[in-house]
């Protein structure tokens, strides 16, 4: 592992090629898309279509996976499904996914953009035929210059509500879309070398390779439902075909132009290169 002392010839390797970067997938936490007390922040989801517009001017598809239903549904319920039980979770994801992709469609629409949505499952993937329709209907909608919002289908999956991660699905679809580059934006910097509110931790700016001790500190988490146990899952299958990953805070200014710029932001997941064994 790299900690943040200077790019390593591979690092600098790496983020200089994100220029080059024509589809990129970005996964956005409900943490960052949120206020203090928990309901959605308009001004939050105004500042990422922001930057989605931005790059789609400069030529490059994108695909947004977001997650933040289940908390829009509780803005809007507030205390009358009180409980954490599954069937109520559902009904919030269920609530609260009309009132994020109103937000969406609404302000990317004022930048002269649509959006789709789409909800998907374990089973897209598992079944070929259903994966090879899902991967059609993104093509065409990128042709289009639509901007595809997925997130999962909370009010049937029942285990992807009860352990489940966007992280997880944006490498799958990135994987699949063979994107050039899967961007994780959460509400901590990175990976760190402990726990991030700690002054002794710090920053690891690149995972060269997923060894038995950068796995090791992940295994506190950092809180809600991904965490950094599943972003390092997401990092392996990313990783793994061939698809560099940037973990990033999303409250940073221009995240993601400057990451695609090359600049040292967040935490860099080098690909495996395509011609190893």
């Known amino acids: 592992m790299v900690v943040d002392e200077g790019a390593s010839r591979k690092e600098q390797r790496c983020r200089r090629d994100l220029k080059s970067a024509k589809l990129v997938v970005v996964k956005i936490g409900g943490s960052s898309l949120s206020n203090a007390s928990g309901a959605l922040d308009l001004g939050k989801i105004g500042l990422l279509c922001d930057e989605l517009a931005n790059l789609k001017r400069r030529g490059i598809d994108v695909v947004l996976v977001s997650s933040g239903a289940i908390r829009g549904g509780r803005a809007i319920m507030r205390d009358r499904i009180k409980n954490g039980e599954i069937p109520g979770l559902q009904a919030l994801a269920a609530i609260g996914q009309v009132v994020l992709m109103e937000a969406y469609r609404d302000t990317m629409a004022g930048k002269g953009y649509n959006v789709a949505q789409i909800l998907l499952t374990w089973d897209d993937f598992r079944n070929k035929r259903r994966l090879r329709n899902l991967l059609n209907t ?109 973990v990033a805070n999303g409250a940073g200014e221009n995240v993601l132009e400057r990451i695609i710029a090359g600049e040292r932001v967040g935490t860099i997941f080098i690909p495996r290169d395509p011609h190893e064994q």
């Open 138 to 246: 993104f093509n065409i909608l990128l042709s289009l210059g639509v901007i595809p919002v997925i997130n999962e289908n909370d009010t049937i999956a029942v285990d992807e509500i009860k352990f489940g991660d966007n992280d997880t699905l944006s490498a799958l679809v990135a994987k699949y879309m063979q994107a050039d580059l899967l961007i994780l934006l959460s509400d901590v910097n990175g990976l760190y070398t402990g726990d991030p509110k700690s002054t002794s931790s710090r920053l690891i700016s690149c995972v060269e390779t997923i060894t038995p001790e950068i796995e090791r500190l992940t295994s506190g988490g950092h809180g809600g439902f991904g965490g950094m146990r599943a972003k390092l899952k997401a990092a392996k299958l990313a990783t793994d075909a061939s698809i560099p990953m940037v």
